[in-house]
């Protein structure tokens, strides 16, 4: 019988750095925009009143992968995780399963890295400096990848004083109110998006937005005159427009299909990205499953060059018994 490795969140983050992880997501907005990776539309089951279930599936250079994960914006209340689950990797030639990772190791590698590979393609070339609004999990690691990219430093705002200030601390940088946070060159959102965080009237010129909190229909983070100020960037237009941050101004006719473009054509040079240093640019990510098979990768190549251990299962007819 095959042995499958296990990959927990501390396999999966020793496996792939904030700098890998920013050249993989990279890659994998480039190999979606080309074609040459497959993605099927992800399956959301609501499980009401906790939040909703995702699952996730990609294949591309050879791997097959299936992430099954919440968004449950309540469970903190009750000391759980808001992203929680595994993803499932299979060889896209035999079929045969090769790995279980844990998945929110995966995913806030992945959702941080695109706060960067955005940052890289859209902010002005003199940017620096860095606002984190919600500095919970996933707002950490965008931080960290941003730093990894060599941004900084920033300012980190959560009413949760304690995540601001550890995040900070961590990274050298400081804590400020929600009015200096959202004044930076790069400014990342990632709260559960309940309610906007970012208003028309703190927007300055030359500003790049990544905006990661809305991955669901019903949330939003940026109010729409401040939208209306900004160009439009998203992960992908299908899953933007049905379930991130662009899913209001899209039903309500707000935002059209031709004001969006596509990070992925940017970074292949098919659409043009920041125009002047006027601009401000607004990244829209709602997360995309070939992001998640972009890390997977990384994982599955330290682990067979040895530069990780992991535990393995055996998946066979014997553990099924009973
Ligand atoms: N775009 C993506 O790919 C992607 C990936 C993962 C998570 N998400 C979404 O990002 C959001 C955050 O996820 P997480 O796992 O980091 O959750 P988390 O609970 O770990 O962190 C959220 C943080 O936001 C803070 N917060 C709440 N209201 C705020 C406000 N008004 N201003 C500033 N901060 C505020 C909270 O105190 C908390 O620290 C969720 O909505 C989740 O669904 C998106």
Same mark, same amino acid.
């Given at each position: 019988m095959a042995a499958i490795p296990v990959f927990?969140?501390?396999?999966?983050?020793a496996a792939v750095s904030p700098a890998d992880a920013i050249a993989r997501t990279r890659t994998a907005f480039e190999r979606h925009a080309a074609g040459?990776? $497959?993605? !099927? $539309?992800?399956?959301?089951?609501?499980? !009401?009143?906790?939040?909703?279930?995702? #699952?996730?599936?990609?294949?591309?250079?050879?791997?097959a992968t299936l992430k099954w994960?919440?968004?449950?914006?309540?469970?903190?209340? /009750?000391?759980? !995780?808001v992203v929680a689950g595994a993803l499932l990797a299979s060889s896209a030639? =035999?079929?045969?399963?090769?790995?279980?990772?844990?998945?929110?190791?995966?995913?806030?590698? /992945? =959702?941080?890295?695109?706060?960067?590979?955005?940052?890289?393609?859209?902010?002005? $070339?003199?940017? *620096?400096?860095?606002?984190?609004? *919600?500095?919970g999990v996933n707002g950490a690691w965008a931080a960290?990848?941003?730093? #990894?990219?060599?941004?900084?430093?920033?300012?980190?705002?959560?009413?949760r004083a304690e995540a601001a200030a550890s995040l900070a601390a961590e990274l050298g940088w400081e804590t400020g109110e929600l009015a200096e946070a959202a004044a930076r060159d790069v400014v990342? =959102?990632?709260?559960?998006? #309940?309610?906007?965080?970012?208003?028309?009237? *703190?927007?300055r010129a030359g500003q790049h937005l990544a905006v990661l909190g809305a991955d669901? /229909?019903?949330?939003?983070?940026?109010?729409?005159?401040?939208?209306? /100020?900004?160009?439009?960037?998203?992960?992908?237009?299908?899953?933007?427009?049905?379930?991130?941050?662009?899913?209001?101004p899209v039903a309500a006719g707000l935002v059209e299909r031709e004001r969006v473009t596509e990070l992925g054509d940017v970074l292949l040079g098919r659409a043009p990205g920041r125009r002047d240093d006027e601009e401000i640019t607004l990244f829209d990510s709602t997360g995309l499953a070939t992001q998640d098979l972009g890390i997977a990768?990384?994982?599955?190549?330290a682990w067979r060059e040895g530069r990780i251990d992991t535990p393995t299962v055996s998946l066979g007819p014997s553990d099924q018994a009973g």
């Open positions: 927990d969140s501390e396999a999966v983050l040459e990776w $497959a993605m !099927p $539309a992800k399956v959301y089951v609501d499980a !009401p009143p906790n939040g909703d279930f995702r #699952a996730m599936p990609a294949r591309g250079d050879g791997l994960v919440t968004s449950f914006p309540h469970n903190p209340e /009750r000391g759980l !995780p030639e =035999t079929g045969a399963l090769v790995a279980i990772m844990d998945c929110a190791a995966i995913t806030s590698l /992945r =959702t941080g890295a695109a706060a960067a590979v955005s940052a890289q393609a859209l902010a002005r $070339a003199d940017a *620096g400096s860095v606002g984190v609004i *919600g500095c960290r990848c941003l730093a #990894a990219a060599g941004y900084g430093p920033g300012t980190c705002f959560d009413p990342v =959102t990632v709260t559960p998006a #309940a309610e906007p965080v970012i208003g028309e009237p *703190g927007l669901a /229909r019903g949330k939003a983070e940026v109010e729409a005159a401040a939208l209306a /100020r900004c160009s439009l960037f998203c992960d992908e237009w299908e899953q933007a427009s049905k379930g991130g941050e662009l899913s209001g990768l990384g994982v599955l190549e």
